[in-house]
Protein backbone atom coordinates (compact mmCIF):
# COMPACT_ATOMS: atom_id res chain seq x y z
CA UNK A 1 0.00 0.00 0.00
CA UNK A 2 1.23 3.48 -0.66
CA UNK A 3 0.25 5.42 1.99
CA UNK A 4 0.48 8.88 2.94
CA UNK A 5 2.96 9.55 5.54
CA UNK A 6 3.85 12.92 7.69
CA UNK A 7 7.31 13.02 9.64
CA UNK A 8 7.55 14.68 13.15
CA UNK A 9 11.16 15.52 14.38
CA UNK A 10 12.26 17.20 17.61
CA UNK A 11 15.53 18.35 19.41
CA UNK A 12 15.69 19.69 23.08
CA UNK A 13 18.84 22.20 23.76
CA UNK A 14 20.78 19.99 25.51
CA UNK A 15 20.98 17.53 22.58
CA UNK A 16 21.31 19.96 19.70
CA UNK A 17 25.26 18.79 20.19
CA UNK A 18 25.09 15.25 20.29
CA UNK A 19 26.10 13.00 17.33
CA UNK A 20 23.33 11.58 15.05
CA UNK A 21 19.97 13.65 17.03
CA UNK A 22 20.23 16.75 14.96
CA UNK A 23 17.55 17.48 13.32
CA UNK A 24 18.93 17.27 9.50
CA UNK A 25 19.96 13.71 10.79
CA UNK A 26 16.38 12.48 11.98
CA UNK A 27 15.08 13.99 8.80
CA UNK A 28 17.22 12.03 6.23
CA UNK A 29 16.20 9.05 8.52
CA UNK A 30 12.77 9.24 8.46
CA UNK A 31 12.89 10.01 4.23
CA UNK A 32 14.85 6.94 3.59
CA UNK A 33 12.66 4.54 5.90
CA UNK A 34 9.41 6.03 3.73
CA UNK A 35 11.54 5.61 0.78
CA UNK A 36 12.53 2.28 1.42
CA UNK A 37 8.73 1.44 2.36
CA UNK A 38 7.34 2.81 -0.39
CA UNK A 39 5.47 5.66 1.71
CA UNK A 40 4.73 8.88 0.36
CA UNK A 41 6.08 11.37 2.99
CA UNK A 42 3.96 14.85 2.84
CA UNK A 43 5.91 16.70 4.59
CA UNK A 44 7.84 16.70 8.17
CA UNK A 45 6.95 18.67 11.17
CA UNK A 46 9.99 20.09 13.43
CA UNK A 47 10.51 21.58 17.08
CA UNK A 48 13.87 22.78 17.92
CA UNK A 49 14.97 23.51 20.86
CA UNK A 50 11.80 22.02 23.03
CA UNK A 51 11.51 19.53 25.75
CA UNK A 52 9.10 16.68 24.98
CA UNK A 53 7.60 16.78 28.59
CA UNK A 54 4.42 18.22 27.16
CA UNK A 55 2.44 17.89 23.86
CA UNK A 56 2.56 22.39 24.24
CA UNK A 57 4.84 22.63 21.30
CA UNK A 58 4.15 24.34 17.73
CA UNK A 59 5.17 21.76 15.42
CA UNK A 60 3.28 18.67 16.81
CA UNK A 61 0.11 20.87 17.28
CA UNK A 62 0.30 21.82 13.57
CA UNK A 63 0.79 18.39 13.05
CA UNK A 64 -2.44 16.86 15.06
CA UNK A 65 -4.09 20.11 13.49
CA UNK A 66 -3.46 19.27 9.46
CA UNK A 67 -3.79 15.27 9.68
CA UNK A 68 -7.62 15.47 8.80
CA UNK A 69 -6.39 17.12 5.52
CA UNK A 70 -4.36 15.56 3.52
CA UNK A 71 -5.54 11.61 4.32
CA UNK A 72 -2.42 11.45 6.41
CA UNK A 73 -1.93 7.21 7.05
CA UNK A 74 0.89 6.92 9.57
CA UNK A 75 2.88 9.43 11.56
CA UNK A 76 7.12 8.48 11.22
CA UNK A 77 8.89 9.41 13.85
CA UNK A 78 13.12 8.38 14.44
CA UNK A 79 11.98 6.82 17.81
CA UNK A 80 9.63 7.13 20.64
CA UNK A 81 11.07 10.10 22.56
CA UNK A 82 11.27 12.63 20.05
CA UNK A 83 7.58 12.26 20.16
CA UNK A 84 6.72 12.24 23.92
CA UNK A 85 8.13 11.70 27.27
CA UNK A 86 4.81 11.24 28.65
CA UNK A 87 3.26 7.76 28.91
CA UNK A 88 -0.12 9.88 28.92
CA UNK A 89 0.58 11.94 26.26
CA UNK A 90 1.22 9.04 23.99
CA UNK A 91 -1.73 7.23 24.79
CA UNK A 92 -3.70 10.60 23.91
CA UNK A 93 -1.83 10.69 20.77
CA UNK A 94 -2.26 7.21 19.58
CA UNK A 95 -5.96 6.58 20.61
CA UNK A 96 -7.58 10.14 20.31
CA UNK A 97 -5.56 13.15 18.73
CA UNK A 98 -3.95 10.65 15.51
CA UNK A 99 -7.71 9.47 15.34
CA UNK A 100 -6.71 5.62 14.14
CA UNK A 101 -3.56 6.99 11.89
CA UNK A 102 -0.78 4.71 12.60
CA UNK A 103 2.56 5.81 14.13
CA UNK A 104 5.93 4.07 13.51
CA UNK A 105 8.92 4.22 14.88
CA UNK A 106 12.16 3.94 12.48
CA UNK A 107 14.91 3.33 15.08
CA UNK A 108 12.69 0.83 16.76
CA UNK A 109 10.94 -0.45 14.20
CA UNK A 110 7.50 -0.12 14.99
CA UNK A 111 4.14 0.54 13.81
CA UNK A 112 1.15 0.77 15.89
CA UNK A 113 -1.14 -0.96 12.93
CA UNK A 114 -0.42 -3.97 14.35
CA UNK A 115 -1.43 -4.85 17.54
CA UNK A 116 2.48 -6.44 18.91
CA UNK A 117 3.29 -3.03 17.58
CA UNK A 118 0.98 -0.69 19.54
CA UNK A 119 1.66 -2.93 22.57
CA UNK A 120 5.62 -2.61 22.27
CA UNK A 121 5.12 0.87 21.75
CA UNK A 122 3.01 1.87 24.80
CA UNK A 123 5.46 -0.61 27.07
CA UNK A 124 8.76 1.47 26.02
CA UNK A 125 6.81 4.76 26.89
CA UNK A 126 6.29 3.03 30.31
CA UNK A 127 9.99 1.91 31.03
CA UNK A 128 11.00 5.35 29.61
CA UNK A 129 9.38 7.46 31.96
CA UNK A 130 9.86 5.27 34.76
CA UNK A 131 13.46 5.23 33.92
CA UNK A 132 13.17 9.63 34.45
CA UNK A 133 11.27 9.44 37.62
CA UNK A 134 14.03 6.97 39.38
CA UNK A 135 16.74 9.22 37.70
CA UNK A 136 15.21 12.38 39.26
CA UNK A 137 14.78 11.06 42.85
CA UNK A 138 18.85 9.65 42.94
CA UNK A 139 19.28 13.66 42.08
CA UNK A 140 16.99 15.14 44.39
CA UNK A 141 18.67 12.36 46.85
CA UNK A 142 22.32 13.49 46.18
CA UNK A 143 20.96 17.21 46.35
CA UNK A 144 19.74 16.65 49.70
CA UNK A 145 22.84 14.89 50.92
CA UNK A 146 25.04 17.74 49.77
CA UNK A 147 22.72 20.51 51.50
CA UNK A 148 22.46 18.81 55.06
CA UNK A 149 26.84 18.63 54.65
CA UNK A 150 26.54 22.31 53.65
CA UNK A 151 27.87 21.43 50.13
CA UNK A 152 26.96 24.37 47.57
CA UNK A 153 24.93 22.34 44.59
CA UNK A 154 23.85 25.11 42.14
CA UNK A 155 25.51 27.45 39.87
CA UNK A 156 28.00 30.08 40.95
CA UNK A 157 27.16 33.19 40.66
CA UNK A 158 29.45 36.61 40.17
CA UNK A 159 30.79 37.40 43.35
CA UNK A 160 31.71 34.32 44.68
CA UNK A 161 33.78 30.97 44.19
CA UNK A 162 33.65 26.99 45.09
CA UNK A 163 36.44 26.24 48.21
CA UNK A 164 36.39 22.92 49.98
CA UNK A 165 32.77 22.39 48.23
CA UNK A 166 31.39 25.61 50.09
CA UNK A 167 30.43 28.84 48.49
CA UNK A 168 32.47 31.86 49.81
CA UNK A 169 32.95 34.95 48.38
CA UNK A 170 35.63 36.26 45.75
CA UNK A 171 37.43 39.37 47.23
CA UNK A 172 38.54 40.27 43.17
CA UNK A 173 34.70 40.35 41.79
CA UNK A 174 33.44 41.27 45.10
CA UNK A 175 35.58 44.57 44.27
CA UNK A 176 34.26 44.44 40.86
CA UNK A 177 30.54 44.52 41.57
CA UNK A 178 31.68 47.52 43.70
CA UNK A 179 33.16 49.08 40.86
CA UNK A 180 29.90 48.11 38.51
CA UNK A 181 27.94 50.23 40.99
CA UNK A 182 29.94 53.22 41.27
CA UNK A 183 30.12 53.07 37.07
CA UNK A 184 26.07 52.74 36.82
CA UNK A 185 26.06 55.52 39.24
CA UNK A 186 27.92 57.79 37.64
CA UNK A 187 25.62 57.24 34.36
CA UNK A 188 27.27 54.50 32.60
CA UNK A 189 25.34 52.33 30.97
CA UNK A 190 25.02 48.01 31.51
CA UNK A 191 25.72 48.02 28.04
CA UNK A 192 29.30 49.29 28.62
CA UNK A 193 30.02 47.51 32.08
CA UNK A 194 28.82 44.30 31.06
CA UNK A 195 31.91 44.70 28.35
CA UNK A 196 34.21 46.17 30.42
CA UNK A 197 34.18 43.05 33.07
CA UNK A 198 33.17 40.23 30.30
CA UNK A 199 30.00 39.88 31.95
CA UNK A 200 26.28 39.58 29.75
CA UNK A 201 24.34 42.56 30.26
CA UNK A 202 21.68 40.28 32.28
CA UNK A 203 24.13 39.35 35.08
CA UNK A 204 25.48 42.91 34.40
CA UNK A 205 22.13 44.49 35.08
CA UNK A 206 21.48 42.50 38.29
CA UNK A 207 24.71 43.38 39.70
CA UNK A 208 24.35 46.81 39.46
CA UNK A 209 20.76 47.05 41.07
CA UNK A 210 20.63 44.46 43.61
CA UNK A 211 22.22 45.62 47.18
CA UNK A 212 25.52 43.74 48.07
CA UNK A 213 23.69 41.84 50.93
CA UNK A 214 21.31 40.19 49.06
CA UNK A 215 23.94 38.78 46.61
CA UNK A 216 26.36 37.31 49.59
CA UNK A 217 22.54 35.82 50.81
CA UNK A 218 23.49 33.37 47.99
CA UNK A 219 26.11 31.71 49.69
CA UNK A 220 23.03 29.61 51.72
CA UNK A 221 23.06 26.13 49.65
CA UNK A 222 19.53 26.23 50.22
CA UNK A 223 18.85 29.16 47.82
CA UNK A 224 20.83 27.09 45.01
CA UNK A 225 18.29 24.04 45.32
CA UNK A 226 14.82 25.74 46.14
Same mark, same amino acid.
Given at each position: MNKRA? /????????????? /????????????AYCEAKGWNLLRVYRDEGVSGKSLNRPGIQSLI????????????? @????????SVRDLGALIDDLFKGRSLATVQEGLDTSTASGEFVINMLGSVAQWERKAIGERTST? @??????? /???? /???PYGFKIVDKVLVEDPVQIANIQRMKKAHRRGQSVRKIA????????????LVTTDLRVLKSFRQPAAAIA
Amino acid at each position: MNKRAV /GYIRVSTQEQAQE /GMSLAAQEARIKAYCEAKGWNLLRVYRDEGVSGKSLNRPGIQSLISDLEDDGVDVVVI @LKLDRLTRSVRDLGALIDDLFKGRSLATVQEGLDTSTASGEFVINMLGSVAQWERKAIGERTSTV @LRYKQER /GEWC /GRVPYGFKIVDKVLVEDPVQIANIQRMKKAHRRGQSVRKIAARFGISKSTAHKLVTTDLRVLKSFRQPAAAIA
